[in-house]
T-cell receptor
């Protein structure tokens, strides 16, 4: 089975901290995605990557950056966490001709 | 990507069939219909996809109208564990070019299976 693993299930950080959310997939998928999910707003795409070192902005990239140094790992970075970045963060991966596989999510609270 | 419209919420009695509709009137010829669901506090899970023929797997059936402007996901015997938010998405099955890699979710339908 495809496995998409997010490094933390729950995370609490302070305002202004630099936060790293890590995602690893084990199926050699080309494409990886970061979403955030908030009540009433559904899943919103932050960034995606279609290859190593390649990245594209999604719908809400402001306040975030990403890194894809290896094919299996896609990191989401909050340069200076703010309270409005408190959310559930979901990572996904997919190959060119497969469905998307999601991790379990990281619930981030910024205090 | 074509946009989709789904009801905000639906109820279904346990053991009965759950029929979840999706409108995608602007779907183009190379776009597939995908369904995912998200059980509370988990990541979304793939259910099924189709192009124009009806599809069935161990989880569900997908009925796509002849004009492809709408579809229905059918859970034949809903259980309490099927309570989730169901997302309908349309997009090409394979694609190239950085701009077409987005996978866009709407707000979905919250299905509540009632005992």
């Amino acid at each position: 089975d495809v496995k998409v693993t997010q490094s933390s299930r729950y995370l609490v950080k302070r305002t202004g901290e630099k936060v790293f959310l890590e995602c690893v997939q084990d199926m050699d998928h080309e494409n990886m995605f970061w979403y955030r999910q908030d009540p009433g707003l559904g899943l919103r795409l932050i960034y995606f990557s279609y290859d190593v070192k390649m990245k594209e902005k999604g719908d809400i990239p402001e306040g975030y950056s990403v890194s894809r140094e290896k094919k299996e790992r896609f990191s989401l970075i909050l340069e200076s966490a703010s309270t409005n970045q408190t959310s559930m963060y979901l990572c996904a991966s997919k190959a060119l001709n497969t469905e998307a596989f999601f991790g379990q999510g990281t619930r981030l609270t910024v205090v | 990507d074509a946009k989709t419209t789904q009801p905000t919420s639906m109820d279904c009695a346990e053991g009965r069939a759950a029929n979840l509709p999706c409108n995608h009137s602007t779907i183009s010829g190379n776009e597939y219909v995908y369904w995912y669901r998200q059980i509370h506090s988990q990541g979304p899970q793939y259910i099924i996809h189709g192009l124009k023929n009806n599809e069935t797997n161990e989880m569900a059936s997908l009925i796509i109208t002849e004009d492809r402007k709408s579809s229905t996901l059918i859970l034949p015997h809903a259980t309490l564990r099927d309570t989730a938010v169901y997302y309908c998405i349309v997009r090409p099955r394979s694609y190239s070019g950085a701009g077409s890699y987005q996978l866009t979710f709407g707000k979905g339908t919250k299905l509540s299976v009632i005992p």
